[in-house]
């Protein structure tokens, strides 16, 4: 039986895995019309495609059975008052969960579920989140200075559905206030029967 451990150096500045089977890195572009303030994100654009946050993952078959692992770090900043985040996605086979252990940073899970019912958890080092099934989810990193980094485990034939997100938004987005994160509610947000 073939064993795959793997060690976390957790130590600042860096977070690393001793394996990595794949580097996935998104950038400012690859949230289009992810942020609330539009001319904000326009704007950091044309100064730089800045890395807003990275995924590390250890590969398994992506079949029943078999679980996904690896680690997200959502780097710190903010589009206009809007903290840098994760695309956020539903699993393609929606009765799917997953499983969240937060290592280093602050911020908040953004989950919301297909009804239209939302819900946003603190992530803060050593706490466990876990996603039910049928929630899409999204990391937001607030934190000024330092990363967000979670470890995740999913099952290996969840999928990834990156499109529902990317049309409807989240019913909630975490916010600057001026005096720390608020949680609002999304006015470009499209209730379940609006949806195309």
């Not at 680690?71 to 393609?92: L, N, Q, R, W």
Request: aromatic share 12%.
């Amino acid at each position: 039986m073939e064993r795959f451990p793997f060690v976390f150096d957790i130590c600042y500045p860096e977070i690393k895995p001793s394996r990595v089977d794949n580097h996935i890195t998104r950038t400012l572009s690859s949230m289009q019309n992810q942020f609330l303030d539009l001319q904000a994100f326009d704007e950091m654009l044309l100064a730089e495609d800045i890395l807003l946050y990275e995924v590390y993952e250890i590969k398994r078959p992506e079949i029943e059975g078999e679980l996904l692992s690896g680690f997200s770090i959502v780097h710190p900043g903010k589009v206009g008052k809007e903290y840098f985040m994760t695309k956020g996605h539903f699993h393609t086979v929606l009765e799917t969960a997953e499983i969240y252990f937060c290592l280093k940073g602050q911020g908040y899970m953004v989950m919301e579920n297909p009804e239209g019912d939302c819900a946003v958890e603190e992530l803060k080092p050593n706490r466990v989140l876990y996603v039910p099934p049928r929630w899409a989810h999204r990391s937001i990193n607030t934190g000024s200075q330092e990363d967000l980094a979670t470890f995740f485990v999913y099952p290996a034939n969840a999928g990834h559905n990156y499109g529902t997100i990317e049309v409807q938004g989240f019913r909630k987005l975490v916010v600057d206030n001026g005096n720390g994160p608020e949680i609002v509610d999304n006015p470009r947000w499209l209730a379940p029967g609006a949806r195309k």
